[in-house]
């Protein structure tokens, strides 16, 4: 081949396609990884950031206790030690008054600490830091109080919610 | 036991378990002064339990029992429960607090505790806490503590 050889079009085409997907390639593997648990509550997905989900486990027997607001059904006892349910129905605009909750998602952050009542785990995936977008502003209910993002998820918009802007709605 | 340093441990803490409204709680013994399954009262007032803690009434008419409760600084106070189940002494390290997230909430009614037994949890209840509660809220007429009773709880 000549050095006066000039690759036709196409062929130059293929190779900036090439090269630009190596360039994505190696900047996927450098973007921080998110990871959630995608869970069900109702008809509607929701998603907790995995770093403050440290357990799920069945629902089992929830000890009720007198004088608690509804979204707070009672205790539970987790290898033990005692922790407290939130049933974030209540702060989803879902019916309470559906079929009980399965699953119990533990939840622990720096200043908050409870068993989340959820209807099904759905996934556990890392996603990228840039895949999270901002809510949209069309967001309405009573749900858009604790969403902090939304993800693309098996081509379905999950609503990522924030653990601090629950803790706020339920402690004193 | 004392510690070097004079202060009191507690080893063992005597629990007096009694259901009210259908659920079990216990309160620590010493807060008993006595037990009274006649439910007389010896003529002084007896205050429905379960009306305090918002809780159905479990007894029947002539059924319960009252207990009568030390009081700090006051006359002791005639309560009425369902019925007496248990008495026990456990370790005070078989007590768990409440979570945080509850705890607040719940200390106005006094419940204040955790004892673990079997799949079962058994709420602690301190009267004290409770009554004074019931009593601040009477002198101050205020609404917010959330305990009210009416005349016909009183018995």
Known sequence: MSPNYEKPKSERIIDDLKRRQQEKEIV?????????????????????????????????????????PDFLPGLITIRGDI?????IRYFLGENSSSIPCKYIALVVTDSFRAGILVDSIDDVTDIPLSAIRAPLTTLSGVARELVCGEVEWLE????LLDI????????? | MSKADGQLEIDNVGI????????SFGVESSQIAAIDPGRTGGGFKIIKLN??????DGSDNDAGVVLEFRQE????RLLLVDKIEDIFEIPLSDIQLLPEVIAERVLQRGIWGVIQQGNNI???????RLLKNMDSSSSEKTVSMQIQISQEDIL
Do not use: H, M, Q
Request: net charge negative; glycine share 8%.
């Open chain 1, 28 to 68: 996927d593997v450098d973007e921080k990884l998110i990871k959630i648990v995608i869970f069900s509550i109702g008809s509607k997905r929701y998603a907790f950031y995995g770093s403050s989900v440290k357990e799920i486990l069945p629902a089992g027997n929830i000890s009720w206790i007198p004088s608690l």
């Open chain 1, 83 to 87: 922790e407290s349910v939130v049933d």
């Open chain 1, 156 to 159: 379905e918009t999950v609503a």
């Open chain 1, 164 to 172: 601090a802007k629950l803790e706020s709605r339920i402690t004193l």
């Open chain 2, 16 to 23: 007096l378990v009694f259901s009210v409204g259908g659920v």
């Open chain 2, 51 to 56: 009306a305090l803690l918002g809780l159905a």
């Open chain 2, 73 to 76: 600084c006051s006359t002791n």
């Open chain 2, 122 to 128: 058994l709420l602690l209840i301190d009267i004290n």
